[in-house]
């Protein structure tokens, strides 16, 4: 009963406060859908502002199914795809930051910028899509998007503001399909996140010997100092990863680059007393 009592409040102050709003904006602000419509329809400027920033973009940073459709309906009539909020934020960024799949599939058939560079902290749009995809991992959803804003010219190689890549974050999910694919598209195996990790660094840590393979293919380079001057080989070594090990020493990976406390492979995978990669790296010429 008390439930009942709040929806009804609710619709009942909405629509009271729908039915004193004089423009655009102030529909807008009301999340009106009928409203935004009618002043639509009678010719209002779809990138009107509201608070400081086109409309669209206002509207667009909210989840619900009204805000939704009041997002839609200024992009139907017409709202510039590439606004900017007042953070500096793209609107498709923002459309993407609530993971509205749809929306930002809208606006990119529209020109949305896939690459512009935020001011603000929202993450990229491709970077949101394979959020989405992991957090949604029986949906086809975010995949398909994720294919489509490739097709549109999507940088790969984006970073966010930890400048993780599209690479970096499938190989943190173990998601070996998403790694041939990023990599076939020309994904960069050599970046640098802000901590100074590569994806072969990351790959090498986690054991995964299908991506390390990937990566070197693709012409990871082995011997990258990441940020605390842990390379791949060093990663692989203490945590136990033989056959990472081998194909790293194969593909030319050096034994005696020290990490920022002096430890070499050889001594890290002492310290977690691995015997077969001691051994391993004792005959590839590791010597302390």
């Known amino acids: 009963m008390v439930m009942k009592k709040i929806v009804f409040f609710f619709l009942l102050t909405s629509t009271i406060f729908a039915q004193n709003v004089s423009n655009l904006a ?8 009928l409203k935004v419509r009618e002043f639509l329809n009678n010719g209002a400027d779809p990138n009107t ?7 669209v973009c206002y ?10 459709a009041v997002f839609d309906e200024l992009v139907k009539y017409g709202a510039n795809p590439n606004s900017i909020s007042k953070q500096g934020n793209s609107l498709l960024s923002i459309t993407m930051s609530i993971f509205n799949a ?7 058939k529209r020109g949305a910028d896939l690459n512009y560079k935020n001011k603000g902290t929202i993450p990229p749009p491709l970077i949101m899509a394979v959020a989405g995809k992991r957090n ?7 995949p398909n998007l994720i294919k489509f804003m490739i097709e549109n010219k999507a940088d790969v190689n984006i970073q966010d503001s930890y400048k993780t890549t599209p690479l970096m974050m499938v190989i943190g999910a173990n998601d070996f399909e998403w790694v041939k694919f990023f990599l076939d598209n020309k994904s960069d195996p050599n970046l640098k996140d802000l901590a100074g990790e590569t994806p072969l660094v990351i790959a090498a840590e986690r054991g995964q010997l299908e991506t390390v393979k990937a990566l070197l293919d693709h012409g990871a380079d082995p011997n990258i100092l990441p940020g605390n001057k842990e390379t791949a080989l060093m990663r692989a070594a203490q945590n136990g990863h033989k056959d990472v090990v081998l194909m790293l020493l194969e593909k030319g990976a050096k034994t005696n680059f020290q990490n920022t406390y002096h430890e070499t492979a050889l001594r890290l995978a002492q310290l977690k007393g ?15």
Do not use: Q
């Open 59 to 68: 509207i667009a940073k909210y989840e619900g199914v009204n805000t939704i």
């Open 49 to 55: 502002m509201v608070e400081g920033e086109p409309a």
């Open 274 to 288: 691995h015997k077969e990669i001691i051994e391993i790296l004792k005959k590839s010429g590791a010597k302390k």
């Open 102 to 108: 749809k929306g930002a599939t809208e606006l990119i």
């Open 136 to 142: 949604w991992p029986k949906s086809d959803i975010f």
């Open 26 to 33: 102030d529909a807008v602000k009301s999340f009106s859908l």
